[in-house]
Nanobody
């Protein structure tokens, strides 16, 4: 089994910064893409950013130039650096990872339980 644990959420004033971490553990052979999603109260979960195993990144328009996704494959950990935070960034942030548990072609997506980010105005 594979577990993902997010950390780094909290309360921050508008304009501030937070860095989220997503640590993967368990039966990991390799990790393909890693991503961050968020869900605000009363809204659907939305993609924030994704990074492939090759380092290619993609961002939601609402966070471009403010958020940076990265990963450390030696630590099986992904990161989301969030700068210039706005009240509308308030949400529960979830990470996911597409994991291979062995030298086979099968990939399974795992999710963390989320970390709350609250941005005050």
């Amino acid at each position: 089994q594979v577990q993902l644990v997010e950390s780094g959420g909290g309360l921050v004033q508008a304009g501030g910064s937070l860095r989220l971490s997503c640590a993967a553990s368990g039966s990991i052979f390799s990790i393909n893409a890693m991503g961050w999603y968020r869900q605000a109260p009363g809204k659907l979960r939305e993609l924030v950013a994704v990074i492939t195993s090759g380092g290619t990144t993609n961002y939601a328009d609402s966070v471009k130039a403010r958020f940076t996704i990265s990963r450390d494959d030696a630590k099986n950990t992904g990161y989301l650096q969030m700068n210039s935070l706005k009240p509308e960034d308030t949400a529960v942030y979830y990470c996911n990872a597409d994991v291979k548990t062995g030298p086979h072609p099968y990939v399974m997506r795992y999710w963390g339980e989320g970390t709350l980010v609250t941005v005050s105005s």
